[in-house]
């Protein structure tokens, strides 16, 4: 049974950082994508970063997470990270990883239709 386990979350200040983790486990850590997403109150799910083995760990942002959002993973923890800095408070929502293995394709993708497995989320909330 594949399982992501989202850990990170929590009350920072505007400017701050944060580091969310998802791990991952019950599939093999290879041949796979992972999307991080956040969904706001009264907003729809967005796509804000995604990585992919595949596609030799490329990653990929949206312009909201451009040049402050960083992911990366770790295959011997079956872990992927979203490193998060000058955190504004549009930021604040659920935070969640999903993936979509096996994935064999190249970029991948930030529609939430395209992932198979989703964590529980986690909340981010940036203060003013």
């Known amino acids: 049974e594949v399982q992501l386990v989202e850990s990170g979350g929590g009350l920072v200040q505007a400017g701050g950082s944060l580091r969310l983790s998802c791990a991952a486990s019950?599939?093999?850590?290879?041949?796979?994508?992972i999307g991080w997403f956040r969904q706001a109150p009264g907003k729809e799910r967005e796509g804000v970063s995604c990585?992919?083995?595949?596609?030799?760990?490329?990653?990929y942002y949206a312009y909201s997470a451009k040049g402050r959002f960083t992911a990366s993973s770790d295959n011997a923890k079956n872990t992927v990270y979203l490193q998060m800095n000058s955190l504004k408070p549009v930021d604040t929502a659920v935070y969640y990883c999903?993936?979509?293995?096996?994935?064999?394709?190249?970029?991948?993708?930030?529609?939430?239709?395209?992932?198979?497995?989703w964590g529980q989320g986690t909340q981010v909330t940036v203060s003013s």
């Open positions: 999903a993936a979509v293995y096996p994935w064999y394709g190249s970029h991948c993708s930030f529609a939430p239709a395209g992932y198979d497995y």
């Open positions: 019950g599939f093999t850590f290879d041949h796979y994508a």
């Open positions: 990585i992919s083995s595949s596609d030799d760990f490329n990653t």
